[in-house]
């Protein structure tokens, strides 16, 4: 028979696969947990891919000071698990996502109200936005340990310029909260952008020979086009696009810029430190070292497009300092390298 340890692991993987099944998240960060007693959680380790996860990856957690078993790392976020737990008596699983719209709209730090009676059901009347850390920091831990004691009834929150975090009796309904939440973020986001509907095709001048010139002179071996609606939409603006989101620093790179299409030496030189450059009017390049990641890169870029674009209508909206995006680029280049990539 199987212990309930073995159990709330075996949900934990299942429940992990399920979040980047569902977009939830990009590649394999995020986290989940799941309380096996008044003193433990099991949760998803450290720097590794949820792909291949089995049970003996899946770290149990002493509630109390974070301590854990064995020699595989709990998440780096372990610390805001065990406070949900702590806090809340009636919480059995937390999950923590980078889904798209309630990540876009955390750039604001007003929260966001919850108006449908069926998300409220879920998530309470408001999910609040806590104070800004970087990943993985005390800053962030305690942020957050504030704002769920401030809102006991709220049970879902969004991580400034970073995602969500999901509390709940279990698994299945941290589920449906995420839904609900990017349900909810979605129609805030569409109430404030109207970004136009034309999804472009890939512009013929990027032609085969291109790629190449591209793929050679930055040294990726994958360059993916996005047409997708932000991304165009923010390719036809002046600017150059600002670290409004952790992952978009992390993974794109900080301040992203704008090239004519005629213009590859200066793609070429944009992508020799960032994995993304936009093309004006017509969208966005984005390099990685294997397919997975420039999707990775293209999805990332997608959302901070979208962060940017709500961000400008939202007047309490800041992007990250230019610090914190800097450190951020530079951990996860460093990280990545080492094959350490996920939180
Ligand atoms: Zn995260």
Redesign the pocket.
């Known amino acids: 028979m199987a212990t309930d340890e073995e159990k709330a692991k075996r949900a934990v993987i299942q429940a992990a696969k399920e979040l980047v099944k569902k977009g939830l998240?990009a590649r394999t960060?995020?986290?989940i947990s799941a309380r096996i007693s008044d003193t433990q959680f099991v949760i998803t380790p450290s720097g590794l891919s949820y792909d291949t996860l089995t049970e003996d990856k899946v770290v149990t957690v002493n509630i109390r000071d974070v301590s854990y078993e064995g020699h595989v790392k709990p998440s780096s976020?372990a610390g805001i698990h065990a406070d949900v737990y702590k806090l809340r008596p009636s919480v059995g699983a937390v999950i923590?996502?980078?889904q798209k719209a309630a990540s876009v709209i955390s750039v604001c730090p007003e929260g966001l109200l919850i108006e449908s009676e069926k998300e409220k059901a879920l998530l309470g009347d408001m999910a609040p936005c806590t104070a800004y850390g970087m990943?993985g920091t005390k800053k962030l831990r305690k942020a957050v340990r504030k704002t769920v004691s401030d809102y006991p009834k709220s049970r879902g929150f969004l991580?400034p310029r970073?995602?969500a975090l999901l509390v709940s009796s279990d698994l299945e309904t941290a589920f449906l909260e995420a839904e609900a939440l990017e349900s909810a973020a979605e129609k805030k986001y569409h109430s404030m952008v109207r970004e136009g509907d034309s999804v472009r095709k890939r512009p013929p001048e990027l032609t085969k020979e291109l790629y190449i010139r591209i793929r050679r002179g930055c040294g990726a071996n994958h360059v993916i086009y996005t047409g997708e609606v932000a991304t165009l939409f923010f390719s036809k603006k002046g600017e150059k696009l600002s670290p409004w989101l952790?992952?978009l620093s992390q993974i794109a790179g900080v301040n992203i810029g704008r090239c004519d299409i005629s213009d590859v030496k200066s793609m070429v030189r944009e992508l020799r430190h960032k994995n993304a450059v936009f093309i004006k009017g017509y969208g966005a390049l984005c390099t990685g070292n294997t397919k997975e990641d420039a999707l990775a890169v293209k999805t990332i870029l997608e959302k901070g497009c979208m962060a940017a674009l709500y961000g400008e209508k939202a007047s309490a909206a800041r992007p990250l300092n230019s610090i914190d995006a800097r450190i951020q680029r530079f951990v996860y280049r460093y990280k990545y390298s080492s094959g350490a990539y996920n939180?």
């Open positions: 998240v960060w995020g986290n976020e923590h996502t980078h990943p991580l970073h995602g952790d992952d939180r």
